[in-house]
């Protein structure tokens, strides 16, 4: 697709529920990152994958995180018993390549809600 | 460590003046990437400069240009005539040039353009 998509948009979620946020990036993009934003605060860093392989994930706030790209394109960000604090707006983006001069293309965002 | 530091949380400007929003970075690598981000209400990241740690003039693109400071390790974002559009928050980010680089972001700062 032209941009990063992400599903769903909204989540409302009961405490304890799993739940599994979709990232589809761009077509041809080496790079996805996972990132976690808070309600007035910049975007925290979850993982990162470089095609199939997660290379970084130290920014996953406990082990009820969990993210997959198995075949390199579409990625899964899981959170397993959600609670309060999770809730945020997960953003994810893309990017052609890993030198720091490209940026990222983001989607839209999910905006996660537990109660 | 904290490697992007945003030091103003919000600015007022009138409609049609210039702005100038803060960012300082922390980073041993000669390699690296500067970035600012603009969020408005609606929550997409929309991507506004980008500045190289070798490219030796500031860049510029519109109404957007990079006071960059490379011996003050600074990257203040410069918005010239500004619109009632131009509210928002706006995110300054860095990208390492070092293997498994993701981009790290400030606090943000918010911006209301005054009519």
């Known amino acids: 697709g032209a941009g990063v998509s992400q599903s769903p948009r909204y989540k409302v979620a009961k405490r304890g529920q799993d739940v599994a946020l979709r990232c589809d990036p761009i077509?041809?993009?080496?790079?996805l990152f996972w990132y976690q934003q808070a309600l007035g605060q910049g975007p925290e860093f979850l993982t990162y994958f470089q095609n199939e392989a997660q290379l970084d994930k130290s920014g996953l706030p406990s082990d009820r995180f969990f993210a997959e790209r198995p075949e390199g394109s579409v990625s899964t960000l899981k959170i397993q018993r959600t609670q309060q604090e999770d809730s945020a707006v997960y953003l994810c983006?893309?990017?052609?390549?890993?030198?720091?001069?490209?940026?990222?293309?983001f989607g839209s965002g999910t905006r996660l809600t537990v109660v | 460590a904290q490697k992007i530091t945003q030091t103003q949380p919000g600015m007022f400007v009138q409609e049609k003046e210039a702005v100038t929003l803060d960012c300082t970075y922390d980073t041993s690598d000669q390699s690296y990437g500067l970035f600012w981000y603009k969020q408005p209400s609606s929550g997409e990241m929309i991507f506004l400069i980008y500045?190289?740690?070798?490219?030796?003039q500031n860049a510029t693109e519109g109404r957007y240009s990079l006071n960059f400071q490379k011996a003050r390790k600074s990257a203040n974002l410069v918005i010239s005539a500004s619109q009632l559009g131009d509210s928002a928050m706006y995110f300054c980010a860095m990208r390492e040039g070092r293997s498994n680089n993701d981009m790290r972001f400030g606090a943000g700062t918010r911006l209301t353009v005054k009519p």
């Open positions: 983006a893309s990017s052609l390549a890993v030198q720091a001069h490209y940026g990222y293309t």
């Open positions: 077509s041809g993009h080496v790079s």
């Open positions: 500045q190289g740690s070798y490219d030796e």
